[in-house]
């Protein structure tokens, strides 16, 4: 059975970080691209950050440049989002994604931002 389970959501002050985690299993997680979306309230799901599957290459929404990071660890099947400098519209549902041979979702984890 394949699963997403992320983790490391909450609620955090203006300027603070977090550290999302999102663990894979039921997949050869070393094989896939994997991506960071988020989804506010009354908006679409958009694009986070994406990191290839040996991890080289990373890709980032302008609106997180130079304050969000994208690794992974293909060891523990796991991928990970610093985020950084936190602001108050990076509030949303943050949902991991994994792209490959087939897609999966994970079931999202709350980030909110808010003093």
């Known amino acids: 059975q394949v699963q997403l389970v992320e983790s490391g959501g909450g609620l955090v002050q203006p300027g603070g970080f977090l550290r999302l985690s999102c663990v894979g299993s039921g997949f050869t997680f070393s094989r896939y691209f994997m991506s960071w979306y988020r989804q506010a309230p009354g908006k679409e799901r958009e694009l986070v950050a994406g990191i290839a599957s040996a991890g080289g290459s990373t890709n980032y929404a302008d609106s997180v440049k130079g304050r969000f990071t994208i690794t992974r660890d293909n060891a523990k099947n796991t991928v990970f989002l610093q985020m950084n400098s936190l602001k108050p519209e990076d509030t949303a549902v943050y949902y991991c994604?994994?792209?490959?041979?087939?897609?999966?979702w994970g079931q999202g984890t709350q980030v909110t931002v808010s003093s």
């Open positions: 994604f994994a792209n490959g041979i087939r897609t999966y």
